[in-house]
């Protein structure tokens, strides 16, 4: 898009203070015209009115003054008109309207800068400039309208954005009076990008970015500071990569400002604090083959139906499909079916129309909501057979009718389901039927943990990170039970025994103490021969506690073999020996099975 700034009105001498007081950024000439920047899925136009051109109108085609290619915008759509500062918008009997506060324009209507408006599907956004030598800083409030605004607009046009968090070189830190060195970023920025002072950090908003756009522009700015104000360090958030919600993406920004150096000025987001949880899922070798057939499914728009027991990942596999999948950048939308009431099934899947029934407004249902994206059906076995039979349809023929409506709406949608349930045995009960079965395309089966001991340790660090506490680690003793225990809950109950774990905890590491008492397992009963005091090793031919399975099982009795061999040998070496084993096995089995050495 051509820079629309010009540098006329150089007599204008009329000034408004910039908030802050007289410490803040020099005062600026009043605003003497306006931009119109219209965003639409091609990308973004702009039109300026000012005294000398003061009128425009817009359209698809000649003759209209801006034209934009949006097949919603008709020929001559709306004509805009400079008054005093603001912007007239009229519109010119548009096929689909022109809008501004949700509602549809019949007469000319004012907009103030900073106002929207909406032409069919394209925004239009006011803002007032003025001279190209001085820039606009917003305050704080105005900024973070703007900055809702823009993923207003990210949101319904499918674009993305960023946030760049801007601290001042060393020199220009030391030297410029607080907040004039950020009067020379705009330099560095487009005409479209929108800036704010949040004490000592510059705040710009970069509309119609994606990453790599907008750690071009951080860089560009980074060192637009030159030899004499030195490297800017600048932090990087990008819009659904990083979050939605405007506090997010600044706080996100900042974050990695913080992390930014001489040698790193820039630094995006997504690689800034070691401290936050990786979200990336934990698969280990028992998982290897359901994630290699994941990955190759996530190539292509098949349906999928994800079977393994309560907790152990399912909807983590599917937000997995989808990130790998053409679909990433398109709204993931889970929906739990076991609840859902079965008079609100339709009206949850289709949507329904205003009065449809008692106090109903019109609403989009889940299948229109993950349009050209996916959707995530957990617990698709709760659903009773007649909604089954709904849902089939909708997978057939690919259109949803809202309740209360006869229209049919096209909708292009990824199904991903999961169960818990014996789906053979509900197909040969018929509580499931075999149509809609056979209508998913693919089926994945999810281990679960008990056989995926491997990835027990890396998902305990994850949940003890998660909890941001001064936890920081667990004792080997501790996940010794932890590797000794079934999981019946699989990964959800492992994340909610540490999170009582991290709760009970008095230091900075997880002790056995700790953990719940059912992870524990129980004394054996005493015996006539015994003389009050426990022995310090049981037999390893005595049975392992009950409901361990066989691993577990074989695991407890290596331990009791390595630790009596510990016992009598006095050292590795010799407990080595005796065990017929290498130095470097035993050395790594005490490590794994969490074996205290005995004390000398």
């Known amino acids: 898009m051509a820079d629309q700034r010009h540098d006329n009105g150089r007599d204008d001498t009329s000034t408004e203070r910039l908030p802050g007081g007289g410490d803040g950024p ?26 000398g051109q003061p009128k425009m109108v817009v359209g698809r085609r000649a003759p209209a003054g801006l034209r934009i290619p949006d097949k919603r915008i008709s020929h001559l759509h709306a ?99 607080a907040g004039e060195w950020a009067m020379q970023l705009p330099a560095n920025l487009r005409p479209i990008d929108r800036m704010s002072m949040w004490k000592d950090t510059a705040l710009v908003l970069v509309p119609e970015a994606d990453a790599e756009d907008a750690i071009q522009i951080a860089h560009a700015v980074a060192s637009g500071g030159g030899s004499q104000g030195g490297v800017r360090r600048v932090g990087v958030a990008v819009y659904r990569k990083n979050g939605s919600a405007p506090q997010k993406l600044i706080d996100e920004a900042c974050n990695a400002a913080d992390l930014a150096t001489l040698d790193r000025p820039v630094i995006a987001a997504s690689s800034t604090c070691s401290a936050a949880p990786d979200a990336r899922p934990i698969f280990g070798v028992a998982q290897q083959q359901v994630v290699n057939e994941a990955k190759k499914v996530a190539s292509r728009s098949l349906s999928v139906l994800i079977l393994g027991e309560s907790g152990t990942g399912k909807e983590g596999l599917a937000r997995f499909i989808h990130t790998h999948s053409e679909r990433s950048d398109r709204p993931f939308v889970p929906v739990n079916c076991g609840a859902i009431p079965s008079n609100l099934i339709e009206s949850t899947f289709f949507g329904h129309e ?3 029934f008692t106090g109903a407004a019109q609403q989009q249902g889940c299948f229109q909501a993950a349009h050209e994206g996916t959707l995530f059906l957990d617990e698709i076995g ?23 409506s006869t229209k049919e709406i ?23 039927r075999e149509d809609l079965y056979y209508r998913l395309d693919i089926s994945l089966r999810i281990p679960p943990l008990r056989e995926r001991l491997d990835e027990l340790e890396r998902l305990v660090h994850r949940f003890i990170q998660e909890e941001r506490t001064i936890v920081h680690d667990i004792a080997p003793e501790a996940m010794t039970l932890l590797r000794s225990y079934r999981w019946p809950g699989n990964v959800r109950e492992l994340r909610r025994e540490i999170r009582r774990a991290v709760a009970m905890t008095e230091g900075d590491l997880i002790q056995p103490e700790d953990l719940s008492s059912h992870l524990h397992p129980a004394e054996p009963p005493a015996t006539a021969a015994d003389d009050g005091t426990a022995a310090p090793f049981r037999s390893g031919a005595e049975e392992p506690p009950a409901g361990r399975d066989l691993r577990s099982q074989l695991e407890q009795i290596e331990r009791q073999k390595i630790e009596a061999a510990l016992q009598k040998g006095n050292t590795k070496a010799k407990a080595a020996e005796q065990l017929g084993i290498s130095l470097r096995t035993l050395s790594r089995r005490i490590k794994e099975l969490g074996i205290k050495l005995p004390e000398r």
Not at 385 to 390: H, M, N, S
């Open 26 to 51: 020099p005062a600026r000439p009043r605003p003497h015209g306006v931009s119109v920047l219209f965003f639409h899925r091609g990308g973004v136009e702009a039109m300026r009115l000012d005294p």
């Open 79 to 177: 004509r805009f008109t400079l008054v005093d500062g603001h912007v007239l918008v009229e519109d010119l009997d548009s096929t689909n309207g022109t809008w501004v506060n949700c509602e549809r324009i019949t007469a000319p209507t004012m907009l103030a800068p900073g106002g929207d408006a909406i032409l069919g599907d394209v925004s239009a956004h006011v803002v007032a400039i003025g001279p190209i030598a001085t820039p606009v800083v917003l305050d704080e409030a105005t900024f973070y309208r703007e900055l809702d605004a823009e993923r207003t607009r990210a949101r319904c046009l499918r674009r993305s954005f960023a946030v760049l968090a801007v601290r001042p070189g060393e020199v220009e830190a030391a030297h410029a009076k």
């Open 354 to 356: 205003k009065g449809s």
């Open 382 to 404: 709760e659903l009773e057979p007649e909604a089954q039979k709904k849902l089939l349809r909708v997978l057939e023929a690919r259109t949803v009718s809202p309740v209360g």
């Open 410 to 432: 096209p909708v292009d949608v990824r199904v991903i389901a999961a169960t818990n349930r014996n789906i053979d045995a509900m197909l040969k009960d018929g509580s499931f």
